[in-house]
T-cell receptor, first 114, second 115 residues
Framework: AQSVTQLGSHVSVSEGALVLLRCNYS??????LFWYVQYPNQGLQLLLK??????LVKGINGFEAEFKKSETSFHLTKPSAHMSDAAEYFC????????????FGAGTTVTVRA | KAGVTQTPRYLIKTRGQQVTLSCSPI?????VSWYQQTPGQGLQFLFE???????NKGNFPGRFSGRQFSNSRSEMNVSTLELGDSALYLC??????????????FGPGTRLLVL
């Protein structure tokens, strides 16, 4: 069965600093990987997704992620944090081509210090 | 283009009651998935519907059920509510025809509190 592990339930960064959120997956077949963001009292918004076209994926709001098969990782980064980046971030994996089920990590809450 | 809408947004029920939540997908989308989000268990997949048929089901008891109508709107029902059913219930819509790489769009959720 596929799964994802997000390292660190809370991350605190200073405004303007690098944001790095870690995600490792386990899958016996090439996965599709997603990063979603959730703001308080809202649903999930897709930041970016990896579908095997390119290992470096650029998303919205300046976020990007790199798929590293050798490390089974899909870490999310943003060069310069903004106050509006404070939210909860979820990594998700989907494996079966005809299966729309997403398996989510536990989430990482990001706080941004002024 | 309107996004995914869920009604109601907030709901309070008592143990033993039943509840029905509604999800209207983005126009043209025929796949609707439901997820339960709780602080303890995180985001868990409930089921997915496509063209009025359940295509996939998560590991939840039979008290959790769903259906989809011909206009792609979906409802989920929870019978005999338990305290542990208190959660944010999210639905996601997608075209449902491009496989699992397809982007799914989430609604704002229905927050259910069981007393």
């Amino acid at each position: 069965a596929q799964s994802v592990t997000q390292l660190g339930s809370h991350v605190s960064v200073s405004e303007g600093a690098l944001v790095l959120l870690r995600c490792n997956y386990s899958s016996s077949v090439p996965p599709y990987l997603f990063w979603y963001v959730q703001y308080p009292n809202q649903g999930l918004q897709l930041l970016l997704k990896y579908t095997s076209a390119a290992t470096l994926v650029k998303g919205i709001n300046g976020f990007e992620a790199e798929f590293k098969k050798s490390e089974t990782s899909f870490h999310l980064t943003k060069p310069s944090a903004h106050m509006s980046d404070a939210a909860e971030y979820f990594c998700a994996v989907s494996v079966n081509s005809n299966d729309y089920k997403l398996s989510f990590g536990a989430g990482t809450t990001v706080t941004v210090r002024a | 283009k309107a996004g995914v809408t869920q009604t109601p947004r907030y709901l309070i029920k008592t143990r033993g009651q039943q509840v029905t939540l509604s999800c209207s997908p983005i126009s043209g989308h025929r796949s609707v998935s439901w997820y339960q989000q709780t602080p303890g268990q995180g985001l868990q997949f409930l089921f997915e519907y496509f063209s009025e048929t359940q295509r996939n089901k998560g590991n939840f008891p039979g008290r959790f059920s769903g259906r989809q109508f011909s206009n792609s709107r979906s409802e989920m029902n929870v019978s005999t509510l338990e305290l542990g059913d208190s959660a944010l219930y999210l639905c996601a819509s997608g075209r449902g025809t491009s496989g699992n790489q397809e982007t799914q769009y989430f609604g704002p959720g229905t927050r259910l509190l069981v007393l």
